[in-house]
């Protein structure tokens, strides 16, 4: 029986909460051919130490049923995995691998203030509020922060790490390397990666709930304000796909 944080029984079975629905018009969606609609659930109760994620791959033209609001479940173990409602505004971004997948002669030449020299980049010095390893150098941490993996929701991109080392993503059906399809994050960016917050942010910030944590506007928190990435097989989408807490 699926209980609440607060005791309280879940009565039947728990409906799935809607976390994301993303449509091709907006931006690049690696899914079975001719799908443009991709919808993502999860369970509000820990499976592990995360929800339970499914995905659907639909086509937009072919829905015809449409809720005018989606099932609640009677209980849910966390709060914080009943996201808040947000109408999303894709950008496209770039971003570099992060520096624990170069290999230690890329990572050394980052590291080095001559290569930001040569390049006529000032790197700026670290601040009190900076989140940085003390054994990194400003440069190495410049990458890190400001070049290397941007923050927030997104989809695609490189993979994050953190709270482990790089692990191999090989899928286990037939081997191929997984590719980062979506990252579902507990904020859009902290005190080391504020350079990637929007300008938009900056002139006009939005208003967040009460009790949301800076740039939580989702109110979505995982394993202590880390990140689930979910990522897919290249080769087929039916394949079973990897998810990492990083």
Known sequence: ???????????????????AQLYARDLPLPGPSGADLLQVLWCPFDHGSQPRTALYWRVAAEVSRVLD???????????????????LAPEQVVEYPHPLELSGELQEWLADPGTWEAAGVAVPARSDEDDYDEDESVSYDFYRTTLSISPGWKVG??????LTDP?????????????????I?????????????????????????????????TQVTLAHGYDLQIHMCPASPEHPRIELIQ
Request: charge should be neutral; charged fraction near 20%.
């Open 69 to 87: 609001a989606p099932p609640e479940p009677s209980a849910i173990q966390y709060s914080f995995y009943l996201p808040e409602p947000c109408l």
């Open 1 to 19: 029986m699926a209980r609440g944080r607060d005791g309280r029984e879940a009565r039947g079975p728990v409906p799935m909460l809607p976390v």
């Open 157 to 162: 991109g490189w993979t994050r790490w953190g």
């Open 185 to 217: 994050a507990s904020t859009e960016w902290n005190a080391s990666s504020r350079n990637w917050m929007p300008l938009e942010e900056r002139s006009a910030p939005t208003r967040l709930l009460p009790r949301s944590v800076p740039a939580g506007f």
């Open 167 to 183: 692990q191999p993503r090989s899928c286990p059906e037939c081997g191929t390397e997984e590719v980062p399809l979506l990252t």
